[in-house]
Nanobody, 127 residues
């Protein structure tokens, strides 16, 4: 079982930056591919970024490519999402997620392929 707790959300002006953190429990963190998703009011949940368990690959949604960076610190059981040049359309609740299968080589972008989720952290970008 993996428990995930996000933090770092808040209110920021357009063009600003935020860094989200996701702390994971358990001893299997380093073997799990981790992802970030977001959901804006009235919209479906959207893939943001994924970081493969071995650190070999990352993948981003086109809407955040070049502005957001996903990273992880296995010693701290934590995955991060650095968000720069924020736009009002980035406003959403951001969720951290973990793939259920350990040592998976895939970079899933579908929420259905993730088994563990945090409670979410609100990010609001004002214009």
């Amino acid at each position: 079982q993996v428990q995930l707790v996000e933090s770092g959300g808040g209110l920021v002006q357009a063009g600003g930056s935020l860094r989200l953190s996701c702390a994971a429990s358990g001893r299997t963190f380093s073997s799990r591919t981790m992802g970030w998703f977001r959901q804006a009011p009235g919209k479906e949940q959207e893939f943001v970024a994924v970081f493969r368990w071995d650190g070999g690959r990352t993948y981003y949604a086109d809407s955040v490519k070049g502005r957001f960076t996903i990273s992880r610190d296995n010693a701290k059981n934590t995955v991060y999402l650095q968000m720069n040049s924020l736009k009002p359309e980035d406003t959403a609740v951001y969720y951290c997620s973990a793939v259920g299968t350990t040592y998976s080589d895939y970079l899933p972008t579908s929420a259905a392929l993730y088994d563990y989720w945090g409670q979410g952290t609100q990010v609001t970008v004002s214009s």
